[in-house]
């Protein structure tokens, strides 16, 4: 598990989201948009 994602649910995060892509050589990267779309308005 990445120490982000465990710092996120020590705190009490709800939702963990993470975003999976492959490269073409067979890579896999996690990604993450800045500002997801979901995200509420503040």
Not at 12 to 36: I, N
């Amino acid at each position: 598990m990445l120490e982000s994602s465990d710092a996120g649910r020590v705190a009490g995060a709800d939702v963990l989201e993470k975003d999976v892509r492959s490269t073409q050589d067979g890579v896999c990267l996690l990604h993450h948009e800045d500002h997801p779309s979901f995200a509420p308005d503040k």
